[in-house]
């Protein structure tokens, strides 16, 4: 039955995914407000993902309104269509992920600004994207950490992410996420959070095993303002980790 259920949503995730993008690479030849027709799909498709994969949603605190910078721990891939479904943002990704067949052009093209980590010339090049975005009226979203982790502790945040919000004194907004699955089956951190050495593939075939699984998203109460990016790390890090629960 698990095998079933997984092989129907993964066909249902193909095709939502693949349509949703077809539909926007079509109709953006004809729509003048290009920006808003990709957040329109963009959200779409995380409302599809949420269906599909039958993720609720538990939202803590206030939702930042755009424009905003909003940093967050990083569990899994399901952290992105989680948070777009609250809140109406891009996302900052590794430059790994750009080089992805079809999906890499897919997440390029829905807004995503991607960093080279192992150059920090590229630093300064992603933070003016950002101001630039925030300055076209979108919210920004960032996972400091650099990598999804199994969710008993929050990594130290790379301070170089927040850079440029130092620089020019940007207020920067928090959120905490974590995942809850129903007793007598897989935990949240095996079958959710992903950071084994499963493929993408692999993990989200697990993941569509799953009857349901609840995702739990707290918003802290006020933006953080510091010059010294290494003491807005840590701030952000001591706020982020007062209302994060571990994953079990």
Request: charged share 25%; proline share 4%; glycine share 8%.
């Amino acid at each position: 039955m698990k095998n079933i259920r997984a092989a129907l949503r993964y066909a249902l995730f193909v095709i939502s995914t693949l349509g949703l993008y077809s539909f926007w690479f079509i109709v953006n030849f004809f729509i003048s407000n290009k920006q808003l027709w990709r957040q329109i799909i963009f959200h779409k498709w995380a409302q599809s993902f949420v269906k599909i994969s039958r993720m609720k949603i538990e939202v803590i605190g206030k939702v930042p309104q755009k424009p905003f910078f909003l940093v967050s721990n990083h569990l899994s891939y399901t952290d992105v269509p989680a948070l777009r479904a609250v809140v109406e943002g891009v996302f900052v990704a590794k430059g790994e992920i750009e080089g992805w067949f079809l999906a890499g052009k897919i997440v390029r093209d829905m807004g995503t600004i991607f960093i080279n980590r192992q150059n920090r010339r590229d630093i300064p090049r992603a933070g003016s994207e950002i101001i630039k975005r925030l300055g076209e009226g979108e919210g920004v979203i960032v996972f400091p950490e650099g990598t999804s982790t199994k969710g008993e502790e929050i990594l130290p945040f790379n301070s170089s992410f927040l850079e440029f919000a130092a620089q020019t004194d940007l207020p920067v907004s928090y959120a905490s996420i974590t995942y809850k699955t129903p007793d007598g089956g897989p935990t949240a951190s095996e079958a959710v959070c992903w950071w084994d050495e499963k493929t993408f593939g692999e993990h989200l075939w697990y993941l569509f095993q799953l009857k349901e699984y609840t995702a739990v998203i707290n918003f802290g109460d006020q933006p953080i303002h510091n010059e010294n990016r290494k003491a807005l790390a840590k701030e952000l890090r001591d706020k982020i980790k007062d209302g994060f629960i571990p994953v079990i």
